[in-house]
């Protein structure tokens, strides 16, 4: 989602070698992007008690509106139940990564293979039946329906909506529908301070003076764990204007995966082909960033502008 960006997550420090007398580039809270907004998120209201029938064969674009099947990308429906949070509280929580285990007393999900639909009794847990008809009501709280990529729970989202039993309604069908206005930033990477990088390596980086993410909240440092370094031929403004296209628009991406610390040497960075990054280049934009790959929210935690030297 992101004028050559460097989208940056936590990296081992054993990928960089600690005996080269190289100063490190410090990562500051000035450096940062900003960004307001979020998951404006559906609600569905059905029947309580009853075997709810969910269709996302319609589902051709995902939340970020990126074309998608409904057939192969789709392995996993998930519904989670929150029962103390109302819906906002939900949606807020997903933007700011702040949900706990302890919000919720429930995680079942559907794996529909090749087919486009499921039913509520065809939800488990963990492979094991579970009959969720009995308790599927009102008083039960919040359900949240997730669409998802992969089969762990919290990642490879692709859409989302909340279902919402009331005693009065006789619906039974649920059918999810293409919305592109499920998230919605607003965003600024024209504030912030650039940080000054060389075009050829060295390029050890640390981030341990990052405390504050692009919409003000606090960075746990432990849980970044992917670089991201794009190369692009928009301005600043022009990328932040497409936000949720930040990898797709990108004329070069690469990344690093890391397991850990608060550093990390740039030349391990790689395309998507496994070909190493070789440097920056004075043309276009370029950006550098910090995400956590695992947290319910994609948009990276640090996002900047690098001032190419």
């Not at 963990?126 to 992969?150: E, F």
């Not at 529908?177 to 930033?185: A, E, I, R, S, W």
């Not at 204007?241 to 690469?254: G, H, I, S, V």
């Not at 030349?267 to 004075?282: I, K, Q, S, V």
Request: aromatic residues 8%; charged residues 15%.
């Amino acid at each position: 989602m992101f004028t050559l960006l460097l989208l940056l997550a936590a990296c081992p420090r054993g990928d960089k070698d600690d005996s080269a007398s190289v100063d490190e580039i410090s990562l500051q809270n000035e450096n940062n992007y900003s960004w307001s907004g979020g998951l404006v998120i559906s609600s569905f209201q059905t029947a309580e008690h009853v075997d709810v029938h969910i269709d996302f064969s319609a589902l051709t674009l995902d939340m970020l509106c990126h074309e998608m099947s409904p057939v192969t990308d789709v392995d996993t429906l998930g519904l989670t139940r929150f029962p103390l949070l109302t819906q906002l509280q939900v949606a807020q929580g997903l933007t700011n990564n702040s949900l706990l285990q302890a919000n919720t007393n429930g995680y079942l999900a559907c794996e529909p293979e090749d087919a486009t639909d499921c039913y509520l009794s065809d939800f488990n847990f963990g492979g094991t039946v579970y009959d969720a008809i009995p308790t599927y009501d009102a008083s039960g709280g919040v359900y949240l329906l997730s669409v998802s990529k992969g089969n762990t729970p919290s990642q490879g989202g692709l859409f989302l909506a909340f279902l919402e039993p009331v005693a009065e309604s006789t619906v039974t069908e649920v059918s999810l529908q293409n919305d592109c206005g499920l998230v919605d930033y607003d965003v600024d990477m024209e504030s912030l301070a650039k940080l000054e990088l060389p075009a050829a390596g060295p390029w050890n980086i640390e981030w341990s003076n990052v405390s504050i993410s692009g919409n003000g909240q606090p960075v746990v440092p432990g849980k970044l764990d992917e670089v991201l370094v794009g190369h692009y031929t928009q301005t600043p403004a022009e990328i932040q204007a497409q936000f949720t296209d930040l990898e797709p628009l990108a004329a070069e991406l690469y990344k690093l995966e890391l397991t850990g610390g608060t550093d990390a040497d740039l030349a391990g960075l790689a395309d998507a082909d496994g070909n190493a990054f070789t440097g920056f280049t004075t043309d276009g934009t370029w950006v550098l960033g910090l995400r956590c790959t695992s947290c319910t929210n994609p948009a990276p935690l640090f996002l900047t502008v690098v001032d190419v030297k």
